[in-house]
């Protein structure tokens, strides 16, 4: 796709892309600074953790919009992972924070290469909308010193909070002031005109506003020095232990940042009915953190918010990244005294107004209406992450999706199937009033793949749909449509059944028996025990079988 959209680009592709990349760097500057607070950084290491990853995903990613570079819940999850391995040591940390983003593209890398794509999907809709909620409550718990000037300590949700009210006391009402008016500037723009660049027009008309009334004077804190040039390129210098103990880190950052990846691309490049290759997006994201970490960045993802801002202004190819690259790197090289008067308090507000764009209400009420254990699993999935942090609480969350997966599969739907007059085929007796199973005929679907899981509840309930038959059960035919994977626990069930069956004096046959269960059965040898004059490619083909072989019913 990448280097399609260079091949076959369009000169009239060129004024939008143009404008989308001035736009967006305008939203990023100020955006991927106060995130590199987040993560525990200086403002300056947003910059740096941009510059490399834009240039390669332009080169690299499936998708023609989307915006790459430090995003706010990895950034969080980064914060979470070294601040305790760094032992206040500021150069250790931020050494840690490169190596990290290193091996999150590592991890990355490795998994596009044995072509991982499908992990994408492991969160689900519930789990993911409480877990971008909790973290948007963390995101918000960890800026409320910047926005009130008072000192917060603690890395946990409950000891920050603990910290900020016994401060109460210090609270420096300017900070406040100027923190309240620029995110009601941020929610205003973003309300009413939401195609201007809303953080880059905030910060600036705040630190004018700081600069004309000395307001630094009453304890408002700016940015500060930026040091000159570009970020020196290499690996940092950290031992064996260090690395080892970021590996589990990087592993929930890659997860969550593919996810954001594939989830942003995907729900972009669907409007233009483009393809997103999960591998190839994991194969890119991995090198963009590898080139992070190098530049002395931190782990980076993708940008719903600039990716969307980029689109409505007219984004058509990855040309718009690298106009916004340009625009980043000018600014670094001659506007440095610029961004050292950004105030602090200000991009504190911008990481709450972010947090806030993830917490998805109307999604909790659609997860409400749908299903109660659906929207209990979103909260059960917020409060985890309160509870255990960004980084524990994003393995927690996968850790529920599958529990939750293995829920549905150990005990799925099943269905006894009946004839329906005036309608073609055997169907669910529960569904239609009017079916009626053939006598003598009992035939039982079970709407799962067959496992170790699954296995013994497969079998009990076989088992009682024969027992509540109310006539006499000759034939037990099992459509095993959606049977076609299987484990050896499962074909041990399935040979049990068989056998108790047998010894009741009912006949056991199997139909639409795919290819590879057939392979599966004779491998298990299961097809001698049931015999190849059982095993049937269709329902009408086994019944037909019935009715010959009892032409009574």
Not at 502 to 514: C, D, L, P, T
Request: with cysteine; charged share 15%; glycine share 10%.
């Amino acid at each position: 796709m990448t280097i399609a959209q260079y091949r076959d680009y369009e000169r009239s592709w060129l004024r939008g892309d143009v404008l989308a990349g001035l736009t967006v760097a305008a939203y990023l500057i100020p955006q991927v600074m106060a995130y590199a607070t987040v993560a525990g950084l200086p403002p300056v290491t947003g910059l740096w953790a941009a510059l490399v990853p834009m240039a390669v995903y332009a080169v690299l990613g499936s998708s023609r919009q989307l915006s790459v570079g430090p995003e706010s819940t990895t950034a969080l999850i980064t914060a979470t992972a070294l601040a305790p391995l760094a032992h206040g040591d500021p150069v250790r940390y931020a050494a840690l924070a490169a190596v990290l983003a290193v091996l999150v593209g590592a991890v990355c890398l490795l998994a596009g290469v044995v072509r991982l794509g499908f992990l994408a999907e492991l969160l689900s809709q519930p789990v993911l909308v409480g877990y971008l909620t909790g973290v948007a409550v963390l995101m918000i718990a960890g800026q409320l010193g910047k926005l009130t000037g008072t000192p917060v300590d603690g890395q946990e949700f409950t000891g920050q909070l603990r910290s900020f009210v016994s401060g109460l006391d210090g609270v420096q009402w300017p900070t406040v002031a100027l923190s309240v008016g620029a995110l009601a500037l941020l929610l205003g723009l973003a309300r009413f005109i939401p195609r201007w660049p809303g953080p880059l027009i905030t910060i600036l008309v705040t630190t004018v506003v700081v600069a004309v009334f000395a307001l630094q004077d009453d304890g408002i804190r700016l940015v500060g020095p930026i040091p000159s040039g570009l970020p020196p390129l290499g690996f940092p210098g950290v031992g064996p232990a260090d690395v080892v103990g970021l590996v589990i880190p990087a592993v929930g950052i890659a997860l969550v940042a593919f996810s954001d990846n594939v989830l942003t691309a995907r729900s972009f490049s669907a409007r233009r009915s483009e393809r997103i290759d999960a591998n190839a997006e994991l194969r890119a994201l991995g090198a963009c953190n590898v080139g992070a970490g190098l530049s002395h960045g931190f782990p980076v993802s993708s940008s719903a918010s600039r990716t969307a801002l980029g689109e409505s202004v007219g984004s058509r190819t990855q040309v718009y990244s690298l106009v916004a690259l340009a625009v980043v790197l000018l600014v670094m090289i001659a506007g440095r005294g610029v961004l050292a008067l950004f105030p602090t308090a200000v991009l504190g507000a911008l990481v709450v107004y972010a947090a806030l764009r993830l917490i998805d209400i109307a999604q909790f009420r659609r997860l409400r209406r749908f299903r109660l254990s659906e929207w209990l699993l979103a909260v059960t999935t917020t409060v985890a992450v309160l509870a255990f942090g960004a980084l524990y609480g994003v393995l927690a969350a996968i850790a529920v999706s599958v529990l939750e997966l293995l829920r549905r599969v150990a005990r799925p739907h099943d269905a006894i199937l009946g004839f329906v007059p005036g309608l073609a085929g055997m169907h669910d007796i529960d569904d239609y009033p009017t079916a009626s199973p053939l006598a003598g005929l009992l035939v039982y679907r079970y709407d799962a793949p067959l496992f170790f899981a699954n296995a013994e509840n497969f079998r009990q309930r076989a088992l009682a749909a024969v027992d509540d038959s109310a006539d006499p059960v000759r034939w037990f035919l099992l459509n095993a449509e959606a049977n076609v994977e299987v484990d050896l626990t499962a074909l041990d069930a399935l040979g049990q059944l068989r056998t108790e069956l047998q010894s009741r004096g009912i006949e056991f046959a199997m139909a639409r028996v795919k290819r590879e269960l057939h392979d599966d059965l004779v491998a298990a040898g299961l097809i001698d025990a049931i015999g190849e004059d059982r095993i049937f490619p269709t329902l009408p083909t086994a019944v037909e079988a019935f009715r010959r072989a009892h032409p009574g019913g």
